[in-house]
């Protein structure tokens, strides 16, 4: 190269093959031809939407560090308390559970599994999705969680109702097409003359035109809604057959399938963090701090004193200022305590709900290769219930599928099963809706019956009503507070967790500025 022209260019390769592209870089900065800082200053997470106003000390001592427990003493923390969980199981997180390979699930009553799942690929064994309405995301953006989509709806999922299966966009076009055929025949024959006027009645007929995608006369006759064998691209295409008639539609059963999305906690989009659920508990453990999370304590008493609470356990116990306990209440009920017996009778009114699920491991991601199903739910009436295909990890070489969603007696029947046995069962069940393909390249399986956890028994309860024990529970008992999903109207969500949480160190809080 003597004699040559060193230019930019040569002088960056030297750079980087001695150096390495840390320092090239550096240099193409120094050059003008990379940044060299970043563009604008890092900015955090935005603070979520609640504090406690003012700082206050006390010790509190917090029983359970399930998502209500970690989200009590994170809030409490940050205004200044000293919190110590206590936590009965070998990890923190109660429901919020997220499988991945190399864990081990214990079981009572029955063999302990160990995960198998490969690289990259997980199961939320617990909560599974967040709606954009609940605090649970307002906490994702304050922990600086990530988070992504998680389909919900998903018109080419699956509806199994009567031994027959057509996709979910063909149900609900069916239903919504026979309905409104109905409703506009009854309102151009004048059915509702005295209901609505003229001018109401013609605004209602071209609604129901468009909502039922109705034909000239005002019947259904089916439409390109319901989807296609082979879809339009050079060619029109090839349509499913055509629909049945409105007795067979009905007969079908698909109506709780196609409106299992209407309600308000489970309307779309829906949302999941990036890489697992337990990503919450996660960032919560850390924000807490680790040190301040004792696994492994069960606690066996909790005792009311005239100037704090005396927590006790094999081998130990804690004096704090005020505790908050966030165990499932039937079994708060069963630690002894000096609470009253009106807080026992409480704690017992709510009822457990038996939930399991089984996440299936396949090496090939058929349902988007073959079935060409991205993310979404397929509805069914067998004892199965639900099954749900990943919202990420497209076009990965595997991926773990939802083979069953089940509560109560459908529940109790697959938890009383050898994990052996839900999985064949399950496959036998997939089988009736995906065909043979279902049961093959499955690499491994793990299945969860939550009232089988020990020290939880139960997916989440059940309130015959709304009355004085729950009420009664939401106030504290002498020092003792009392949070969870079970204590709101969102029961079985973290965001009801959390919530409970935020009602309880309130509470709290309140108490303890107002106190001498």
């Not at 609940?134 to 699956?158: H, K, S, W």
């Not at 079935?371 to 295909?389: K, S």
Request: proline share 5%; charged share 20%; aromatic share 8%.
């Amino acid at each position: 190269m003597e004699g040559a022209a060193l230019t930019r260019r040569s002088l960056l390769v030297g750079i980087g093959a001695v150096g390495g592209a840390g320092a090239m870089y550096a240099a193409m900065g120094a050059l003008g031809l990379a940044p060299s800082g970043q563009d604008k200053d890092f900015a955090a997470p935005r603070p979520g939407d609640f504090s406690l106003r003012g700082k206050a000390a006390a010790k509190v001592v917090i029983i359970g560090a399930g998502v209500a427990g970690l989200t009590a003493a994170y809030e409490l923390g940050k205004a200044g308390y000293d919190c110590t969980l206590l936590e009965a199981r070998d990890r923190a997180g109660g429901r919020n559970l997220t499988l991945r390979g190399g864990d081990r699930l214990a079981e009572l009553n029955g063999p302990a599994q160990d995960v198998k799942f490969g690289e990259g690929v997980y199961f939320n064994a617990g909560p599974g999705r967040i709606a954009p309405w609940m605090v649970t995301l307002d906490y994702c953006r304050e922990l600086g969680i990530p988070i992504e989509t998680f389909i919900n709806n998903n018109g080419q999922a699956l509806v199994h109702t009567n031994g027959q299966t057509i996709r979910a966009r063909a149900a609900r076009a069916d239903m919504y097409g026979y309905v409104a055929e109905l409703l506009a025949k009854a309102t151009n024959v004048g059915a509702l003359d005295k209901q609505i006027g003229k001018d109401d009645q013609e605004r209602l007929l071209e609604f129901l035109r468009r909502f039922g995608d109705l034909g000239p006369k005002l019947g259904y006759e089916g439409s390109d809604r319901r989807g296609f064998i082979k879809y339009p691209a050079l060619d029109g295409g090839t349509p499913i057959p055509a629909p049945g008639t409105l007795h067979a539609v009905l007969a079908a059963g698909t109506g709780r399938s196609i409106t299992n999305d209407f309600g308000y906690e489970q309307s779309t989009p829906m949302l999941q963090p990036v890489g697992g659920m337990d990503a919450i508990v996660t960032k919560l453990k850390e924000a807490v701090g680790e040190d301040r999370i004792r696994t492994g304590v069960k606690v066996n008493k909790i005792t009311n004193l005239a100037d704090g609470v005396e927590v006790t356990w094999d081998g130990g116990s804690l004096k704090a200022d005020y505790c908050i306990a966030t165990l499932p209440p039937h079994l708060l009920a069963k630690i002894p305590h000096n609470l009253g017996d009106p807080v026992t009778a409480a704690l017992e009114t709510p009822i457990p709900v038996a939930s399991g699920k089984i996440g299936l491991e396949y090496g090939r991601r058929w349902w988007e290769l073959e079935d060409r199903i991205y993310g979404g739910v397929t509805e069914t009436d067998l004892d199965i219930t639900h099954i749900w295909y990943p919202s990420a990890g497209f076009h990965a070489e595997r991926g773990v599928l939802v083979g069953y969603y089940n509560t109560d007696k459908n529940a109790e029947l697959y938890g009383a099963l050898t994990p052996e046995d839900r999985r064949r069962r399950a496959l036998t069940q997939g089988r009736k809706i995906h065909g043979d393909k279902y049961g093959k390249d499955l690499l491994s399986s793990v299945s969860i019956s939550w009232d089988r956890q020990e020290h939880i028994q139960g997916g989440w309860v059940r309130w015959p009503a709304i009355d004085s024990s729950f009420t009664l529970l939401q106030r504290p008992s002498g020092r003792v507070y009392f949070a969870g999903d079970w204590l709101t109207y969102l029961i079985a969500w973290q965001a009801g967790a959390m919530e409970s949480a935020r009602g309880a160190v309130t509470q709290l809080h309140q108490r303890v500025l107002q106190s001498p």
